[in-house]
């Protein structure tokens, strides 16, 4: 079937460089195929994007979407791309906005007991922040070093500290938004207590770019715990008894920040898995 467009694809390109003030929009195939294919996917033309506009700013985000509602294109949203949960894969003829770009910390207030900061902000770099003034960021996801905030919040990352902490959505007080149409809101704030109106932000939590772009994200910290971390190890010769264990411990009152259960074949893989030769350290938390 022979499809007529009313616009050509370098028509697009144009208005979209014209309108986005302070990023960059990239059209050239190999950055294409970057952004547009995850290395866990099969990759082949057909979800090629038509552009990549990686965004710096506000009126970038702004701009992007503006265009894409005159023209009726499909925007793909992303942030670092680490393809964890093979969302954010482009497109054919879509426009991929990337806000990895957008990553300054804005704000670490520990009187206040938050972080603000632009979506391309790294989860572990935000933690390390936090941790220099006595405060730490709890979400740790597996991507922890190479996941952004911005992300973490489009997927509700959790990690194994959920089980203490909760996932993202547990610790993100506030969110900047630019919605399909252009307009930028605030949801949410700054304190813990926000017992009126409609909790827009968790609405947002979650929603994978499909409700709106995400320009900034205050979360709370907590205080590092004091003394040392104490790890332990224990064996069970079935998962029911192990279960048990674990419902025992956490209803004892020393609640634990991770728990992990390794069944046999599990244990066996880790012990074939190269390490890594540099040291890992693990902070207090």
Do not use: W
């Amino acid at each position: 079937m022979t499809v007529f467009s009313a616009f050509t694809d370098q028509q697009v390109i144009t208005d979209l460089t014209q309108s986005v003030p302070d990023g960059l929009v990239v059209t050239d195939s190999d950055t294409l195929r970057e952004y547009s294919f995850s290395s866990r996917m099969t990759d082949d033309d057909s979800g090629l994007a038509l552009a990549v506009v990686r965004a710096h700013s506000v009126p970038d985000v702004q701009g992007t979407l503006d265009v894409a509602r005159k023209y009726h294109i499909p925007v793909v949203t992303q942030n670092q791309f680490t393809s964890t949960v093979i969302g954010a894969d482009g497109l054919a003829g879509s426009i991929i906005l990337s806000t990895k770009d957008m990553n300054q910390i804005i704000e670490i207030s520990k009187a206040d007991s938050l972080a603000v900061v632009q979506p391309g902000v790294i989860n572990g770099d935000l933690d390390a922040a936090a941790r220099k003034q006595g405060m730490f960021y709890a979400p740790d996801p597996g991507s922890k070093k190479i996941s952004g905030i911005g992300g973490n919040v489009a997927t509700n990352a959790g990690g194994m500290s959920t089980v203490k902490y909760g996932a993202t959505k547990d610790n993100v007080l506030g969110l900047k938004v630019v919605l399909a149409d252009g307009r930028a809101i605030k949801v949410g704030g700054r304190t813990l207590k926000q017992a009126f109106g409609y909790d827009l932000t968790q609405l947002f939590i979650g929603s994978e770019g499909t409700l709106g772009v995400v320009t900034e994200v205050t979360v709370k910290l907590l205080p590092i715990p004091l003394g040392q971390s104490a790890v332990g190890i224990a064996f069970f010769d079935n998962m029911t008894r192990l279960a048990d264990a674990v419902a025992a411990i956490r209803i004892s009152g020393v609640y634990p920040t991770m728990l992990e259960a390794l069944d046999a074949p599990t244990i066996a893989a880790l012990d074939q898995y190269e390490a890594p030769t540099t040291a890992i350290t693990v902070a207090p938390c």
